[in-house]
Structure formats: structure tokens, C-alpha cells
């Protein structure tokens, strides 16, 4: 095990430095290749196995080699205690408070937000009393960035610390544990936050800070000044490291090693994943040592995601999963004959998952917003619970009225409707729309297809119309869960489990439908500074005779339609702005890279190629070579 971790971080280090959260993954070199949604199955359960790699041991890659004094696991189970001793203590003298902060942009936000929501609504279930959600949650861009993409504010140092200096004013003499999230140690606007922390002067009340992403620290993202004194990211880091050394109850890395993202630089998929798991580690841990029972295991813990992992990957569920992504392939090929995907679920908490990963879709591969979307049923909007409020009023498509009085637009056999049946303790049934009805009006009304994923206990009938992918070994293990730890644990295990399923069909269809050459989506959108270095790397991994500067020339080409650059060139903040909205950049800067052709005519190229990036990349490549 030791030797293969490092072995894994030695191959990750060495390749020109690129962090491992921006490398291409191997095993999906070829993954635009598949011809089916089994096949890209059969990719996705490799990739999503490294998570659980690099677990045992530590994987903080120091400056001097490899280290393994500090165990993940063990830091969970110290920061989990810290967090039951202050919610033990709080619940005894009430005027004690305590708070969690979570913060992200991104997929990590809507992770913080989920994670905040469940957690704190689980503690009122057990404490009446409390009157107060003890875990709070920050996302860039705000509660409308938790179903849309608001990027640029990713690069906002100043924001992210004044977000949280606003919660620490607004609860004075609340002891605080704050831990933010950036996959790919990035993130200016977590790194604020982190800096905020780290200042002595506003410590006071922290009881403890933390990060959690996934890449060694020497890999943090070495440009942008956070504060004042210049410092970038990296140097933040080193000294948090240091700090961690030192009071190993206050600081905290949460860094597993888990391997480079199935689309590369796709945080969403096994960095999102992993970033729950952490948290719902921390946060079970924290509530059995509650419950008194002093007995639970990390590495026990951990073993039923990776069970979770083999039942979806089982041959059969393959089979059934694989094609629905088949299917939802063919909705996207057919956008213009009412093709489209919808997920609908009954369940907010799980509802925001189906929402927040059909929303990734539109920044991820440039999908139309009818292209995929999620529902959340509920006789009407008002009737939703004030709980999930952040959510709910920032998604367009929350309740099911929408589709009865959209019904035309899902009639065609192309569209695909995939339906979440679960049993949700914390859904208040008065609420909900009489699911039965719905399925009957959609049955009745319209042509589309329709899928249900059953992730409740019950068995559930296959008719002509509906299929259903069942996995009966699913509720046995959720059953387990429940019974070891707590009910809390199983619902996270289901939203571990939907999450999966529901990466596996957005990634799937998109993959096939041709977005990706390779496994890099070429078409990023270059709407943040890490998204802008990320279109560079792409430039020269496909052109690796031009330098870097050349390629950053390409790119900029693009971006100002083959105009004269006119700003400075370093002023990459216009630059992002003059880019952001603009489609095709990284496509047409690429074409110009490989063909020598002015703007205009990579434009031209790329329309009689049906702005089909792949297919055009592949045949300009296959030009190059046969010179
Ligand atoms: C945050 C994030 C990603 C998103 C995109 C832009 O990344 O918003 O969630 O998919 O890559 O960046 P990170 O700070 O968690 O690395």
C-alpha cells in the first residue's frame, strides 16, 4: 500500500509540475473513444476506486519527500471530537454557542451547502432546543451561485474573508470551526478566508481552521496575492502546514491523494465526492461519539462508500445504468427534435443534488440550459420548507407545476425523464405533490422516455413504460449504516450514492455525444484564473512545440476575436472579462495553434466541422500527421 501511494504521488510530481488536479487521468485517455454508457461505466468505476487510495497513510507531500505522521483518518477523528465537545457542551448550557463554517466556490460551495444544510437540520432533530443551524455554510457568488455558475468571484480573496468576518460579527462570542474547501488548492477566495484565519488578530474565536482539497501542498497554486504582504496561496499553505505541526488539534490538511478527475480538471466528479465523504466522516464521527458509542472506525466507515462503489459498478447495474446514459446521449443528439434530460426527485435534499448537477452541465460542457435540467416536486413553490430556502428560490425549476404546464415541451420519445424514488425521513409529506399523479400525467401525456433509480427500501414494479434500475443490496447496506452509526450516516451514503449515479449520466451523455477530445473538455469556458491557465495548459498539451508564451498568445487571440490586444498583456482580469460569455475560445485558439490560420477562419473551420470540437480536432490532427 505504502509503495504504491508513493509510487502514485512520484508519477503525479513529476510531470512538469501540473497538480495532480489538473492532470489527465490515464485510465480515461481514451474515454471520448466509448461507444457506450456501459463502456464509460467501466472507466468511471477505475477512476472512482483511487479515491479510497490514498487514505491509510498520509499523502502530505512535504519539501522534504514523503510524509506519513499525520493520517487523514486520525485528523478526522481529532477535529470530529473537537466538534462533539462543543455541541455536547452547547447543548448543556445553551448560552455557549458553537458554529461550523464550510466554505467553497463552486461545486465545493453547493458541497458546503448541502453538507450545512443536512447536518444542522439533523442536530435540531436531536435538540429540539437548538434554535440555530450550528453548521453555516459560504459559496462564492452567493445562494444564486448554488444552481448557477458565478466563477469570477472565485478570484476574490477580499470577498471570501469579509463573507466569513460577516458571520463571526454576526455571532459574537460563538466559538467557530471553519473549513474551507478548494479542490485543486486554488481558490483565491477560500485562500482569504484561510489568511483571515490565520491572523492572529481575528483567532479569537476560532477554534480551529481547516482546508480540504486534493493536491500535495507543494502543488498550491503558486500565483495571485492574497493579502497585503504579497503572500500567494502556496506560502499560506506552507505556513498552515507549519501550523499544523505545531497544534495539531487547531490546524488542519485534509489533502488524500485520490488521482487526477475522469474529465480532467472536473472537480465536480472524485474531488466533489471526496469532499463529502471527509465532511460526513467528520460529522457521523462527531454524532456517534454524541450517541455515546465510542466504537466507530474510520476505516469502517470509509468501507461502505467503497461498498456502495461495487453494487453500482456490479455488472448488471452497469448494464441497466449504462443505458440510460445511452439514452440521454441520444436526448442530446436530438435537442432540436425535444430532446432533453430531466431528473425529478420528491426529496429537497436530494432534489438539490439533481439540480446542482444538471446546473454543472451549462459551465462544464457548455450545455444549454433546456438541455438538462432537475426538478423538485412540491404542490407549489410556497409550499417548500424554509430550510432548504437558499435553493429553492435561486432554481428555476423546483416545483412540478412547471412540467404540467410544460408538458409539450417533454413530448417526444427523445426526452428522458429520470425520477429518484427514495424515502426521505425529512421531507414533510404534506408538501410533496402526489408523485402517483405525476408519473401518470407524464405516462399519459407525453412521449418521453422514463427512467426510475430506486434508492429507497421498497421494491419497486417495472412497467412497459418505466424502467427501473434496482439495487436491492442498496437498502441492506443504507439498513447497516443506520444501525452502526446513525440514520444521519445513511442519508449521506444515499446522496454518496445519487451523486455517483447522476455524475455518471451528465458526464456519460456529454462524453458521447462527442465534448470531450480525449478526456479534456476543450471547450472551457475561461471564466476565472484558474480556468484561464487551464485553456494554456490545454494550447500546449496539444501543441507542445510552442512554449508557453505562445500559446497563452493563442489564446488571447481568441478571446479579443483576432483583434489587437490592446490592455496589458499580464491583466488577466480583463481578460477573463472580455472572454467571459464568448463561446468557442479554447476551440478556435487551438485551431489557430495547430493550422497557423487567422480567427476568421478557425471560426469557419470549426462551423463546417458543426462547432463539433472533437470531430474537428481530430480531423485537423489527422491532416497534421499525414503530411
Ligand atoms: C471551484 C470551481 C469548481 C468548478 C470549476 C471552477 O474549484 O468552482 O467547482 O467545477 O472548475 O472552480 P475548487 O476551488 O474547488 O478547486
Redesign the pocket.
Known amino acids: 500500500m505504502l509503495n504504491s501511494v508513493r509510487e502514485k504521488v512520484e508519477e503525479f510530481v513529476v510531470q512538469n509540475g501540473i497538480p495532480v ?1 489538473e492532470l489527465p487521468n490515464k485510465i480515461t485517455n481514451n474515454i471520448d473513444l466509448a461507444t457506450s454508457g456501459e463502456e464509460i461505466l467501466n472507466l468511471l468505476s477505475e477512476t472512482d476506486k483511487e479515491i479510497f487510495r490514498g487514505w491509510v497513510i498520509s499523502d502530505n507531500l512535504k519539501s522534504d519527500g514523503l510524509s506519513n505522521d499525520f493520517s487523514i483518518l486520525k485528523k478526522i477523528s481529532i477535529l470530529s471530537k473537537l466538534i462533539y465537545e462543543k455541541i455536547h457542551e452547547q447543548s448543556k448550557s445553551p448560552d455557549k454557542r458553537f458554529k461550523i463554517i464550510l466554505s ?7 458541497l458546503a451547502y448541502l453538507c450545512s444544510q443536512t447536518f444542522s437540520l439533523f442536530l435540531k432533530s436531536i435538540y429540539p432546543a437548538l434554535d440555530y443551524n450550528v453548521c453555516d455554510y459560504i459559496i ?1 457568488g452567493g445562494d444564486y451561485a448554488l444552481v448557477n ?1 458565478v ?1 469570477s468571484v ?1 478570484d476574490k480573496p477580499k470577498v471570501g474573508a469579509q463573507l466569513l468576518k460577516n458571520i463571526l460579527d454576526e455571532h459574537p462570542n460563538t466559538e467557530c470551526v471553519y473549513l474551507g ?7 483565491p ?2 485562500a482569504g478566508q484561510i489568511d483571515f484565519c490565520l491572523n492572529k488578530e481575528n483567532n479569537r474565536n476560532i477554534l480551529a481552521c481547516g482546508i480540504i ?1 486534493f493536491n500535495p501542498v507543494e502543488m498550491t497554486r503558486k500565483t495571485s496575492p492574497i493579502n497585503e504582504n504579497n503572500e500567494n496561496f502556496y506560502d499560506l499553505m506552507k505556513k498552515l502546514e507549519n501550523m499544523e505541526r505545531q497544534d495539531p488539534n487547531k490546524y488542519f490538511i485534509f489533502n488524500p491523494l485520490i488521482g487526477p478527475e475522469p474529465i480532467t ?4 466528479m472524485k ?2 465526492t471526496t ?1 463529502k465523504i471527509l465532511i460526513d466522516l467528520i460529522f457521523t464521527k462527531a454524532l456517534v461519539y454524541l450517541d455515546k458509542r465510542e466504537n466507530s472506525n474510520e476505516l469502517e466507515m470509509l468501507d461502505f462508500y467503497e461498498k456502495i462503489l461495487n453494487v453500482l459498478y456490479a455488472e448488471n447495474t452497469k448494464k441497466n445504468l449504462g443505458n440510460i446514459i445511452d439514452n440521454s446521449c441520444e436526448a442530446l443528439r436530438n435537442l432540436k427534435h425535444g430532446g432533453s434530460i430531466n431528473y425529478l426527485s420528491d426529496s429537497e435534499r436530494l432534489g438539490l443534488l439533481c439540480c446542482v448537477d444538471a446546473s ?1 452541465c451549462l ?2 460542457y457548455g450545455a444549454g440550459k433546456n438541455d438538462i435540467k432537475g426538478f423538485v416536486s412540491a404542490k407549489n413553490a410556497k409550499s417548500l420548507t424554509q430550510k432548504w430556502q437558499g435553493f429553492i428560490k435561486n432554481c428555476p425549476t423546483v416545483w412540478s407545476q412547471n412540467i404540467i404546464d410544460h408538458l409539450e415541451n417533454f413530448n417526444s420519445d427523445k426526452c428522458v425523464f429520470i425520477l429518484i424514488e427514495s424515502d426521505d425521513e425529512f421531507q414533510s409529506d404534506q408538501e410533496i405533490i402526489d408523485k402517483e399523479n405525476l408519473e401518470k400525467i407524464l405516462l399519459e401525456k407525453t412521449q418521453c422516455k422514463i427512467y426510475k433509480i430506486n434508492l429507497s427500501s421498497k421494491n419497486i414494479e417495472h412497467t412497459n413504460r418505466i424502467k427501473v434500475l434496482e439495487m436491492n443490496e442498496l437498502s441492506i447496506i443504507y439498513r447497516e449504516a443506520s444501525k452502526m452509526y446513525s440514520s444521519y450516516f445513511s442519508n449521506c451514503l444515499q446522496e454518496f450514492t445519487l451523486k455517483l449515479i447522476l455524475n455518471a449520466i451528465s458526464t456519460g451523455a456529454h462524453v458521447l455525444y462527442g465534448k470531450t477530445y480525449e478526456n479534456i473538455m476543450i471547450d472551457v469556458k475561461v ?2 484564473i ?2 484561464y491557465w487551464r485553456a494554456c495548459g490545454i494550447l500546449k498539451k496539444f501543441c507542445s512545440e510552442l512554449n508557453k508564451e505562445q500559446c497563452e498568445d493563442y489564446l488571447l487571440a481568441s478571446i479579443y476575436s483576432g483583434e489587437k490586444l490592446t490592455n496589458e498583456k499580464n491583466d488577466i482580469e480583463k481578460h477573463i472579462e472580455v472572454a467571459t460569455g464568448k463561446e468557442f475560445i479554447v476551440p478556435k485558439a487551438l485551431i489557430m495553434a495547430l493550422t497557423g490560420c487567422n480567427y476568421s477562419n478557425a471560426t469557419l473551420l470549426l462551423d463546417e466541422s458543426r462547432n463539433s470540437v472533437r470531430n474537428c480536432i481530430f480531423k485537423l490532427k489527422n491532416k497534421i500527421q499525414n503530411k
Not at 467553497?104 to 453547493?110: I, N
Request: proline share 3%; net charge neutral; with cysteine.
Open positions: 488536479s467553497g466556490c463552486g461545486t465545493s460551495g453547493r462564492a455558475s466563477e472565485e474547501i478548494t479542490c485543486g488548492f486554488s481558490a477566495f477560500v482539497g480538471g472536473s472537480s465536480r474531488s466533489g469532499t454543472e459551465p462544464t471564466s476565472n484558474k480556468l
